[in-house]
C-alpha cells in the first residue's frame, strides 16, 4: 500500500505509540511521521515544556502520582491537534482511562521487544529516567520483567502489537495494512 493509501485508510486519526521506555517508540514515531508526513510529538517533551520542567523535576515535586496527571491532561490536549504520530510514556496507558481513550483517539501501537534488549538499551541511556535511576543490569532485568507484568494487560489492549527488535517504519507500516 502508497504511504498516500495508508494515509487515506486511517482519516482523521492518530497513531499512539506505546511500549516499555527504551523499546524505540521515539525513533519509530520520527520515522514513521517522515513517511506519513505528518507531526511526531513527543508526550514526555510536551509534559516537560508545558510544565517547564524536566521529568526527573516534575516527580521531585509531585511524585509520580502528580506526574501521571499532567501526563493525562497533555496527552488529551496534543491529541486535540491535527493527525500526528504520537509516542507515549511507558507508563501512560496504565492510568486512569488512557488506554481506552487513546483507542476511541486513533490507532495504539504496542512496540514489545524482548526484556534483555530493553535492559541493554536502558542500562546506557543517556537519559535521566527516575524510575530506574541507580540500578544495576540485574536489578533492572527484574524491573523490567516486574513492571512488564503490571503494563501487559493495557499495552495489550493496543489495536496492533509488533513484537522484534529493530523494528523498522516499514514495518509498522506493513502491520496497520493488516
Known amino acids: 500500500m502508497s504511504t498516500e493509501n495508508l494515509k487515506q485508510s486511517f482519516p482523521a486519526k492518530k497513531i499512539f505509540l506505546i511500549g516499555f521506555m527504551g523499546c524505540g517508540k521515539s525513533k519509530l514515531g520520527k520515522a514513521i511521521a517522515a513517511k506519513l508526513d505528518l507531526p511526531f510529538l513527543d508526550l514526555d517533551d510536551l509534559v516537560e515544556a508545558k510544565n517547564q520542567m524536566s521529568i526527573p523535576e516534575i516527580f521531585a515535586a509531585f511524585g509520580e502520582q502528580g506526574f501521571r496527571e ?14 500526528a504520530i504520537i509516542a507515549t510514556g511507558g ?88
Open 70 to 83: 499532567r501526563e493525562k491532561q497533555t496527552l488529551q490536549e496534543a491529541a486535540i491537534a491535527n493527525d
Open 91 to 178: 507508563g501512560a496507558p496504565c492510568f486512569f482511562d488512557n488506554m481506552d481513550w487513546m483507542n476511541k483517539n486513533g490507532i495504539t501501537i504496542f512496540i514489545d521487544p524482548p526484556v534483555e534488549i530493553l535492559a541493554e538499551r536502558l542500562i546506557n541511556a543517556r537519559v535521566e529516567r527516575p524510575l530506574i535511576k541507580g540500578k544495576s543490569f540485574e536489578e533492572l532485568m527484574v524491573f523490567i520483567e516486574n513492571k512488564l507484568e503490571e503494563r501487559k494487560p493495557f499495552y495489550n489492549q493496543a489495536q496492533v502489537i509488533l513484537k522484534g527488535v529493530d523494528l523498522s517504519a516499514d514495518d509498522l507500516l506493513e502491520a496497520l495494512e493488516d
